[in-house]
């Protein structure tokens, strides 16, 4: 059972602004960053976001992240087909003292 | 071009035991904490153990501890997954991942290696 909490589902149209949320705590993200990943279907995770809000080489800039207390957020601006995918949040847990990932939510594309 | 390469994958019996490898190439292996996850077939992805550069350090999920070992060989550019008393629920594919600072993100993962536990 994840200590993250995502909604499991999310859906927009092509152009639309969809928004994750990912729900924690004290321990992890309310002390640590927080990074989020993209699975394509059939594929292994790929980074989207790290330290809470920075965007490594190659992602658009459609994606952005941010972090206010002990949750977090991801946004997709101008939502794409490509853009079906599951998506996890991720952090450290100071009082597990191991990583923890969200429940992840699929996005889908209408 | 920065590639990991997991293998050692199949199918074992319940109580059994697998070594897992993961071959890394393209990045400077012994600079990187190297990790892995894993995910149930049709679930999420669940952290299972990560090691410091100079394999000086160890975290593992409480699910896994006393069960697996995670170890590496920066002279063969390799991190490996000894799993040993493997029960039903460790089915799964299991991912290596690299990360440059330790919590940090996951910046490299191998395309994964399936364990299925099943009599």
């Known amino acids: 059972q994840s200590v993250l909490t995502q909604p499991p589902s999310a859906s927009g149209t092509p152009g639309q602004r969809v928004t994750i949320s990912c729900s924690g705590s004290s321990s992890n993200i309310g002390t640590n960053y927080v990074y989020w990943y993209q699975q394509l279907p059939g594929t292994a995770p790929k980074p989207l976001i790290y330290r809470n809000n920075q965007r490594p080489s190659g992602v658009p800039d459609r994606f952005s992240g941010s972090k206010s207390g002990t949750s977090a957020s991801l946004a997709i601006s101008g939502l794409r087909s490509e853009d079906e995918a599951d998506y996890y949040c991720a952090t450290w847990d100071d009082s597990l003292s191991g990583r923890v990932f969200g429940t992840g939510t699929k996005v889908t594309v209408l | 071009e920065v590639q990991l390469v997991e293998s050692g994958g199949g199918l074992v019996q319940p109580g059994g035991s697998l070594r897992l490898s993961c071959a890394a190439s393209g990045f400077t292996f012994s600079s990187y904490w190297m990790t892995w996850v894993r995910q149930a077939p049709g679930k999420g992805l669940e952290w299972v153990a990560n090691?410091?550069?100079?394999?000086?350090?160890?975290y593992y999920v409480d699910s896994v501890k006393g069960r697996f070992t995670i170890s590496r060989d920066n002279a063969k550019n390799s991190l490996y997954l000894q799993m040993n008393s493997l029960r039903a629920e460790d089915t799964a594919v299991y991912y290596c991942?690299?990360?440059?600072?330790?919590?940090?993100?996951?910046?490299?993962w191998g395309q994964g290696t399936l364990v299925t536990v099943s009599s």
């Open positions: 090691i410091k550069e100079d394999g000086s350090e160890k």
């Open positions: 991942a690299g990360e440059y600072s330790f919590g940090g993100l996951l910046d490299y």
